[in-house]
């Protein structure tokens, strides 16, 4: 039997061991000594003759049906025709040669029945289980779905819970998962099942399976299966499900449990041949199988049940789900394929005519990363799974916020596009919902949205209405900074116009120093380092001053991006925002790296060097991927750009995009992901300060929450940028399946933005990888 349930046997006082040996004698004319054993949905005990005869006594209250019962000694009887007869107990007739006895209480009634006891060691209990083992059980399964082809009862075809084609009920009970990042992984795999199964499960061979060949239900003897038991949980459901639950708890402690379920596999087809659907589905059917386990575990928790049984799988389903999620689900299926003799689906083609097909028809200045392209297929959270069956942990791709196909964010998002879908010249609610939602993480001055579709155009606005209410135009930027690929972002991006193909410095752009702690001319020891950095910003100032000019804006992201990963000095931005505002300039934040909780501190970087701005932008992150960016004004500013000229954009603030924004918000929120950026970061910045200290090519580490950077330099003295070693560990830590990348003015620093689903396990692997690689780099 499945190990949790939500019905509570009726009745449960009448059962005593003593009142079970007087109903053995009075209807089965035995004496017998009984042992209560645990159980589910009914009471069973173990009844040992005076003979030493075994038997297993049951008995069920009457919300369940005397059909079901009968449907079961009808399927033991038809399975005792075959050829595998001797892996099934019989039933034993009462003294009136009934094969069950009804219990008339008056109030209620109960099914008694008695088995013959079935010899051999339960699965879950052997240890060192040989690999002929799960073949053999592949095989059992099979010959007895086949012994079934021809058997059918109506009391099978019943709505029950534990039924796979039925997982997607599952989400319901999600609620119930506490943890956040448990609760993240079965929405996923839900979200999964109802992608890849639901629309597709009802057509497939439909059986009259038992449904529940679990590590408690089959007995074992060496190399081979004995006995199957407990057909409690049969229902009339897709025969690839009866194959998946085997599968399912046979992976279960299996140091490769993709290995243990390709023999099951193999062993079923070799009798019992299966589809190339059927087999391209079990892996997502397993989850659900789990997912149904845990969401049923968590709610039985909820409700305070005390029955142990209901808990009996919980660790080790969780255990597989934390082990799923890293097998590639085309790696499974091109596994399963391959088992049955079909064509896999993963072959080792390099990416040659790809390539070219991009190369005709895709901007040619373009790039792709790594030195071996990748192909991603798929992604689940913190990971991608690509097209030759790996598996990559993300460590990079900070616009999937939280987390890569987030099911709270794709089912919202699902949702409005089935609905509604338009532009925001139509009244909706979901955009002032959002805004007042947006705006009530950020100062109360900052109150104003205008909705856009990226970053690049959110800035590229922002400066537009700084300009049109200072009536300047010059803008002040960081060196090396990056604001977005728009012509006026472009102008405003030193990391762009001063680099290869750039059109250079406009002469209304105006560089300020990059106020880097590391490289610049004011170090970590310069307690004064951000008041100095921020006189560059003055000395601007004052060169337009001298023109007859003054400063449109001040524009800069709250951490540098592509700058080095580098956190602004403490007190820098307040004396620049000061200098800026006193010569009648703006002062606009560009959070759309890092706003949304990534710094752990503070919700916005902003909030790290305790200024208000007058203009936040926001992009990358407020979507989870989705095209969507955000510009937050103040109310004077909002009434200055409001000048007869109508600001529309067609796509800015519709439905969908809005809907997205508020689940991301949502899921930040209530996952808690602000705190976690803040505690996995701190303890990944800690273990790279190690590798830090141990290997002297890594010249400064620094960054707040999962925004992070690790320099390498062949020098500390001199601080000459690591190119050819950074770009070798980049490879190395990705040959283990691990993607990093590479940023800042010299391209040497490691930039380290994971989606916030990143974890400790994944902390703790990186820096494996990452020491493994400095150790072989040393060597050379």
Known sequence: MPGFCLLKPSGQMIFKKESVELLASKYYGLIVTAKALTGEYEFNFLLTATDGK????????????????????????????????????????????????????????????????????FWINA?????ALYSDLGIFLGKMDKALQNFSHPAMHRPYVWDISTAADANRKLHCIRNHE??????????????????????????????????????????????????????????????????????????????????????????????????????????????????????????????EHHFVSEAPAWDLLYKLIRINPVKAQDSFR??????????????????????????????????????????????LYDDKGNTWVDCVNNPSHVGHCHPVVVKRMQKQIATLNTNSRYLHSAIIEYARRLTATLPPALSVCYFTNSGSEANDLAVRMARHFTKQKDIIVLDHAYHGTSTVAMEMSPYKFDGKGGFGQMPWIHKALNPDLYRGPYNYEDKDAGKKYALDVQRIIDLLKKDNKRPAVFICETLLGVGGQIPLPPGYLSKVYEYVRAAGGICIADEVQVGFGRTGDKFWGFGLQDVIPDIVV??????????????IVTNEIADAFNNGMEYFNTYGGNPVSMVTGLAVLDVIQQEEMQQHAKETGEYLM??????????????????????????????????????????????????????????????????????LTFNKQNADELLLYLDEGLKILQAR
């Open 182 to 307: 448990k609760r993240r992984i079965a929405g996923y795999f839900l979200l999964q099942f109802e992608t890849e199964a639901l629309p597709v499960i009802s057509s497939l061979r439909h059986a009259y399976a038992h449904h529940d060949a679990n590590d408690t239900n089959i007995l074992i003897k060496g190399d081979k299966v004995t006995g199957l038991i407990d057909f409690s949980d049969m229902v009339y459901t897709a025969l690839i499900n009866n194959l998946a639950v085997a599968c399912t708890y046979a992976m279960m402690n299996h140091p490769d449990p993709l290995a243990a379920a390709t023999l099951i596999v193999k062993g079923y087809h070799s009798v019992y041949p299966l589809t190339e659907q059927e087999i391209d589905l079990l892996y997502y059917l397993v989850a659900a199988r789990l997912c149904i386990s845990v969401t049923q575990s968590a709610h039985n928790a909820y409700i305070e049940t005390n029955n």
């Open 686 to 755: 800690e273990g790279l300060k190690k590798l830090m200290n141990k290997y002297p090519v890594i010249g400064d580490v620094r960054g707040h929450g999962l925004f992070i950077g690790a320099e390498m330099v062949t020098s500390r003295e001199t601080k000459e940028p690591a190119l050819s070693e950074i770009n070798q560990l980049v490879e190395i830590v990705k040959s283990k399946g691990y993607l990093l990348s590479t940023d800042g003015p010299l391209h040497n620093v490691l930039k380290i933005k994971p989606p």
């Open 338 to 383: 391959r088992a049955c003799g079909f064509t896999g689906l993963i072959n080792e083609n390099d990416y040659s005519v790809l390539l070219n097909e991009r190369k005709e028809h895709i901007g040619r200045n373009l790039s792709t990363s790594y030195q071996s392209k990748l192909k991603i297929e798929k992604g689940a959270l913190q990971y």
């Open 127 to 131: 240890k060192d289980k040989p690999e």
């Open 618 to 631: 926001l992009g990358k992150p407020i979507g989870n991927g989705h095209p969507l960016a955000a510009v």
């Open 54 to 121: 075994k038997y297993i006594f049951k008995a069920a209250g009457d919300e369940h049906s005397y059909a079901f019962f009968d449907a079961q000694i009808k399927i033991i009887q038809h399975l005792q025709q075959t050829e595998i007869a001797d892996k099934f107990f019989n039933y034993i007739p009462n003294n009136r040669g009934e094969w069950m006895t009804v219990l008339d209480t008056g109030k209620s009634k109960f099914y008694l029945r008695l088995l013959s006891f079935l010899e051999g060691e």
